[in-house]
């Protein structure tokens, strides 16, 4: 299988730099190279592979060709208005009338800023190793598909590595960044709030009580009425019966259905780290928790809203990538436990891809 030679590639060059000690060049060249041929993989890609290909990669890229402008490029085009996509896409229309450029820059704008979040967050140890490993089983085939939500669950999970910084610029500014590469990853901004008050030291037990009780109980409240709400916004005209129709779907629980796959992952990774709890990593362990039951409730969202689902990505994502290296720190079975998981998601990665072809990716084509 070809995705698995390039992941083992991948991971062999990456393995290869956190054993580089004594000359920094040398390693940075081999962990460019680990992000580079997963990369340029995805750039010489057919276009069929990754079905928003076809939808908006290739058009906007046509339109950015023939545009004189940006503001002529922008005004021509329709239905896309994330302006950091449409920035990126012009800039590589004028550089090259090659898509492949736009496709290498696309992978690269995905890959690295979950490679800055994983070193920032274990340095060149075993961990990084786990991470990198767990965000190509889980994340890069979806990558080739939904391309601008793939970006900015990147940027979302270099923004949520620095979620316990004191100061919170650098998580806005990456969360900005997200934003302007898909607008649902405006839930990174009531994600740093709701943090802060659930877990800031500044504020008394009981009133974080209160707090908690109060997410909670509007979380369930939204999960029973929110179909109800949508329809009395499209009563008084906030919304219109086509965004209606759009967000309401009919959903079947029969079958071993994609959701509920990944909402068994949720909390085997839930109980995976909160098991080898140590009291070290505390706030990592509460955003785990959070993250992992806001995934879960957003998943049920999925039998009555449509993209629920895609909104539980940025809280998944950060949770198994960023969070689930944490087992190499703290168990007591570390070998153990790290291979169990992996096996969990090696089989996750057969039933999505191979079986599934989830997002359109096989069979691999050259272009």
């Known amino acids: 299988m070809i995705y698995i030679i390039v992941f083992l590639i991948s991971i062999f060059l990456l393995f290869f730099a956190t054993k580089i000690t004594n000359n920094r060049i040398v390693r940075l060249l081999f962990v460019f190279l680990s992000v580079l041929v997963p990369c340029f993989f995805a750039a010489i890609r057919d276009l069929n592979i990754g079905t928003d290909v076809r939808v908006y990669v290739e058009p906007l890229f046509t339109v950015s060709l023939i545009s004189n402008s940006f503001f002529t490029f922008f005004n021509s085009i329709y239905g896309i208005n994330d302006l950091g996509y449409i ?21 690269f704008l995905i890959m690295i800023p979950v490679l800055i979040a994983l070193i920032k967050k274990y340095g060149y140890k075993k961990e990084l190793l786990f991470g990198w490993t767990l965000f190509l089983l889980v994340m890069y085939n979806q990558s080739l598909n939904m391309v601008r939500q793939s970006i900015a669950i990147s940027f979302s999970i270099l923004a949520i590595s620095n979620i316990n910084n004191k100061k919170s610029l650098l998580y806005i500014i990456f969360s900005i960044i997200a934003i302007s590469f898909h607008k649902s990853a405006i ?13 800031s030291d500044d504020i008394k037990e009981k009133n974080k009580f209160l ?23 499209k009563d008084i005209g906030l919304i219109s019966s086509t965004k209606y129709n759009l967000y309401i ?12 796959i990944r909402t068994l992952l949720y909390l085997l990774t839930i109980i995976f780290i909160i098991y080898n709890k140590d009291n070290d990593n505390s706030k990592e362990y509460k955003i ?6 806001i995934s879960i409730i957003l998943l049920e969202y999925c039998c009555r809203i449509m993209y629920a689902e895609r909104i539980s990505y940025y809280f998944f994502y950060p949770l198994v990538i960023l969070y689930m290296p944490l087992l190499l720190q703290n168990s007591k079975n570390k070998l153990f436990n790290s291979f169990t998981f992996q096996i969990i998601i090696v089989a996750f990665w057969i039933y999505w891809v191979l079986y599934l072809n989830y997002d359109s990716t096989l069979p691999f084509v050259v272009r």
């Open 87 to 107: 920035v990126v896409t012009f800039l590589c229309g004028k550089m090259s009338n090659n898509i492949l450029y736009l496709l290498l820059t696309n992978q």
């Open 187 to 199: 839930v990174l901004l009531p994600i740093l709030i709701m943090y802060r008050l659930l877990y």
């Open 211 to 233: 707090i908690k009780f109060v997410i909670v109980t509007l979380l369930i409240l939204g999960l029973l009425f929110l179909p109800q709400l949508l329809l009395f916004f």
């Open 249 to 260: 779907i009919q959903y079947s629980r029969d079958g071993f259905d994609f959701p509920l």
């Open 288 to 293: 785990i928790l959070l993250f992992g039951v």
